[in-house]
């Protein structure tokens, strides 16, 4: 097995993943809370994470991953109310969709996808251990969490204490504004709750992420992941919860990926500059969107705009391009070597960009010895190399071709470009999407290409 590092957020230092069962490899990434369909910023930690995975298994680990869906929020009793519907009825609707819209991607599903709804019990159980322990309270039926109690807390954000606002709406019933609840008592205008020691009432966000983790993994497992705008407050109590009340922590490394922004802002619903993940799907083919989260590294934010996302659509099709061109029956030493270090950049915090930098290079010597009237294996080392970074789909020999009218399009669509109108060269664009079909700049000139 390869030597493979990772860069801890706890401890902000590139460290060995060295997992807790030898060979074996755990892992839990925070998913959406399902109040609304997501967006392509909710999919960036599921791509990142099940690529991880994917990279892993193909270093030899057995790998289990788990990502959980908040199936209990205050979002979703907000959006059920605003849309007239249960809360129940809006999350099992919004999961489903969730689903939907991720598998379309293409790379498969976590192995262990807990909801909050089905660990109810696994979190009153915590509480209790973290009330006996004397590290959280009751009151006025909620139940919060002492952060005072806790001398190590803030250790994962490192945050001054004067800035650790919890975002709760209502402190009146804490010791100290910086606790957060852990079980909330029924509001009159909620249409859920479960029962506890404390009343009927439901887990707070936290709390059920640190139950639903250790249900599926244990604790102390390998990599903690999410995106980056949870570290805190989330991450940070999941942290302080499951130590205080298990006395271990509750992973080795935590790994964060960065935002995906518009325009230099993150998005966000909040903000209302969001793209949902179905609609990107609609317009684009989820090989584009998995080449456009591989081409940045994950820790890093990453800008998504036409441009980016015509750079990522372009490289599919120079992946797909070079595939065309391969003699099936023969080996390549150079794209070998380039495979080597394709995979020692993943092995490094995980790289993609790094690693397919080694593939393009590749790329572009293998068409020079093509051009030159060479012959150019490596097909089944190629398919080894892309499938890891969720790219298997650039050897589909079913590509649909263009069909007549569709391709009169595209020509009256280069000749309105060709003369500037270009409200007219948008509205054949849209036309031509409409149908099915996506523009790319080829060196060969405009291609369509299956949307």
């Not at 807390?153 to 100290?176: A, H, I, T, V």
């Not at 998504?304 to 391969?326: F, H, M, Y």
């Not at 036309?431 to 700049?441: S, T």
Request: contains cysteine; negative net charge; proline residues 5%.
């Amino acid at each position: 097995m390869r030597d493979i590092t990772i860069q801890d957020t706890l401890s902000g230092e590139v460290k060995p993943l060295v997992p807790r069962d030898p060979g074996k490899i755990s892992i839990y990434a925070c998913g959406p809370t399902v109040y609304s369909r997501i967006h392509i910023g909710n999919a960036r930690p599921y791509v990142v994470f099940m690529l991880l995975k994917r990279f892993l298994e193909h270093e030899g680990y057995e790998v289990t991953f788990a990502a959980n869906v908040t199936d209990i929020n205050d979002k979703i009793y907000v959006a059920a109310r605003e849309a007239g519907v249960p809360s129940g009825q809006l999350a099992h609707e919004m999961t489903k969709a969730y689903f939907d819209d991720t598998g379309r991607l293409g790379l498969g599903r976590p192995d262990a996808e807990p909801l909050a709804t089905e660990t109810v019990p696994q979190i009153v159980e915590l509480i209790e251990s973290l009330i006996e322990r004397g590290h959280a309270y009751e009151s006025g039926g909620d139940v919060y969490f002492s952060v005072p109690s806790y001398d190590r807390y803030g250790e994962l954000s490192n945050r001054d204490p004067e800035q650790m606002d919890q975002g709760e709406e209502d402190n009146s019933l804490k010791r100290d504004p910086r606790d957060f609840a852990l079980w909330k008592t029924r509001k009159e205008d909620e249409d859920t709750s479960w029962p506890s020691p404390w009343g009927d009432g439901r887990p707070g966000w936290h709390i059920e992420c640190s139950a639903m983790s250790e249900t599926i993994l244990g604790v102390d497992f390998d990599i903690h992941g999410g995106g980056i705008d949870l570290v805190f407050p989330h991450h940070e109590n999941e942290c302080a919860q499951t130590y205080a009340g298990r006395g271990a922590p509750l992973a080795r490394l935590w790994m964060h990926n960065g935002m995906v922004r518009f325009s230099g802002e993150k998005m966000s619903k909040s903000v209302g500059n969001i793209w949902l993940l179905n609609e990107a799907l609609d317009a684009y083919p989820a090989s584009t969107l998995v080449m456009f989260f591989v081409s940045g590294h994950y820790r890093a934010p990453i800008e998504c705009t036409p441009e980016t996302l015509a750079q990522a659509g372009s490289n599919v099709d120079r992946l797909r391009e070079i595939v065309a061109k391969l003699d099936d029956s023969a080996g390549d030493a150079a794209l070998d070597a380039a495979a080597e270090r394709f995979f020692a950049a993943l092995a490094d915090d995980f790289n993609t960009p790094a690693a397919m930098a080694e593939v393009f290079t590749w790329v572009r010597e293998a068409n020079r010895r093509i051009d030159a009237g060479g012959t150019v294996g490596g097909l089944d080392r190629l398919r080894e190399v892309l499938t890891v970074v969720g790219l298997e789909s650039v050897f589909d020999s079913d590509i649909p071709a263009a069909d007549a009218e569709s391709l009169e399009l595209l020509k009256q669509r280069e000749a309105a470009r060709d003369a500037k109108d270009f409200a007219a060269a948008d509205r054949l664009r849209d036309e031509l999407l409409a149908r099915g079909w996506v523009i790319r700049d080829t060196a060969d000139g405009p291609q369509l290409r299956s949307a």
